[in-house]
């Protein structure tokens, strides 16, 4: 079993910057490839970005390359989303994610994924 606990969100106003973290505990966090999702008020949840275990590879959405950047530190267990220049299309609850492979194909759908945190919410004022 792995437990995540997301942390970093609020409110800024656009073009600020937030980073979320999240902790894990209870499984081999280092064999884990990592992902943040978020859904927004009567909206599917959508990929954001992933990260393999060995930090090899990085994958984000379109929306979001080149203003969020995820990151991990496996002595840490805990993995980051850096987002900058935040727009108010970014408002949402953001979720991070397990998954019990080092880097499956399948790294950018909500299904590939074995954990899911609370989420944390991120507002972004115009």
């Known amino acids: 079993q792995v437990q995540l606990v997301e942390s970093g969100g609020g409110l800024v106003q656009a073009g600020g910057s937030l980073r979320l973290s999240c902790a894990a505990s209870?499984?081999?966090?280092?064999?884990?490839?990592m992902g943040w999702f978020r859904q927004a008020p009567g909206k599917e949840r959508e990929f954001v970005g992933a990260i393999t275990c060995s930090v090899v590879n990085t994958y984000y959405a379109d929306s979001v390359r080149g203003r969020f950047t995820i990151s991990r530190d496996n002595a840490k267990n805990t993995v980051y989303l850096q987002m900058n220049s935040l727009k108010p299309e970014d408002k949402a609850v953001y979720y991070c994610?397990?998954?019990?492979?080092?880097?499956?194909?399948?790294?950018?759908?909500?299904?590939?994924?074995?954990?899911w945190g609370q989420g944390t919410q991120v507002t972004v004022s115009s």
């Open positions: 209870g499984r081999t966090f280092s064999s884990s490839a």
């Open positions: 994610a397990a998954d019990k492979s080092c880097g499956d194909p399948r790294i950018r759908y909500a299904y590939a994924y074995d954990y």
